[in-house]
């Protein structure tokens, strides 16, 4: 079965798992050939520029897609800003530390020029996402098109986000309601290879673990000594954190090697050695930087294409 095919075997099952309430649509590696062929290259662009000056803004873009397609589907609703007495999603408490909104606008101030109300918001911020990874010298794929922009954003939802605290069923839990699969979840966490956590993420397993514990026993000492040097119990200082791993700016399979070395920032990272499955991917993972970017590429495919808008917005913090 060719790559179309597969792709588009894996769109039916999605719309088959995600029924929405707007119209079901399928989504195309073609879609905007005829109608804005140039749309992918200036998306490109405006992430390249944007890189340029901030080296922190990949992993912002893709934790940005991540945190948009969990809710309501990838529709671009994390892009929303709060109007009147609605709170938007981006102003829930998962998501105030998201940034670089503005790499998307100057992305669809680009495209609006060249091809007026054609490319929707949700499919900028996929292949932002996307250009991300390429970018930080991860792989490219072709990137599933026709997504439509979500007119709903509740910052309320946002507690459906995994948060960095679940252990390995209530992540389980997470993705097998969006479809997403246990292969699924290990791949997908990889893309904590890039990026920065501040402390409150991983507080829980350095300061009063448990009854027994002031650590998370499971963190290797020397590594959960440095984390407390960096997050006092009572940190003061505002952006104090951790590099999600040692190249945070680098899309590379480290994470997975300091995953079985017992130094991963979150629960939810060490959550991922707790069953024989999940484990057995990680170090597959660890050991083949190749056999990672295929499986992550797979699933990122598959997690963005979880429909869910209906309009193309023409200013992607406002509905039409």
Known sequence: MGA??????????????????????????????????????????AVKKAMTNDKTVP????????HDC?????????????VGKNTAEKDGPPNISLHAFY?????????????????SCADILALAARDAVALSGGPTWNVPKGRKDGRISKATETRQLPAPTF????????????????????????????????????????????STHDVDPSIHPSFAASLRSACPLHNK???????????????????YKLLLQGKSLFSSDQALVTTTKTKALVSKFASSKDEFEKAFVKSMIKMSSITGGQEVRLDCRVVR
């Open 167 to 210: 252990n390995i069923s209530q992540l389980q839990q997470s993705f097998s309601q969006r479809g997403l699969s246990m292969k699924d979840l290990v791949a997908l966490s990889g893309g904590h290879t890039l990026g920065f956590s501040h402390c409150s993420s991983f507080q829980n397993r350095i300061h009063n673990f448990n």
């Open 59 to 66: 992993a912002a873009l893709l934790r940005m897609h991540f």
């Open 103 to 119: 790499v998307i606008d100057n992305a669809k101030k680009a495209v609006e020029a060249l091809c007026p109300g054609v490319v």
């Open 237 to 255: 200082v505002k952006n104090a954190g951790a590099t999600m791993d040692s190249s945070s700016t680098t899309f590379d399979n480290t994470y």
């Open 70 to 82: 969990f809710i309501r589907g990838c529709d671009a609703s994390v892009l929303l800003k709060s």
């Open 4 to 45: 179309a095919n597969i792709l588009g075997v894996l769109v039916l099952t999605l719309l088959v798992m995600f029924p929405v309430s707007s119209p079901v649509y399928a989504l195309s590696l073609n879609y905007y050939d005829q109608t804005c062929p140039r749309a992918e290259s200036t998306i490109s662009d």
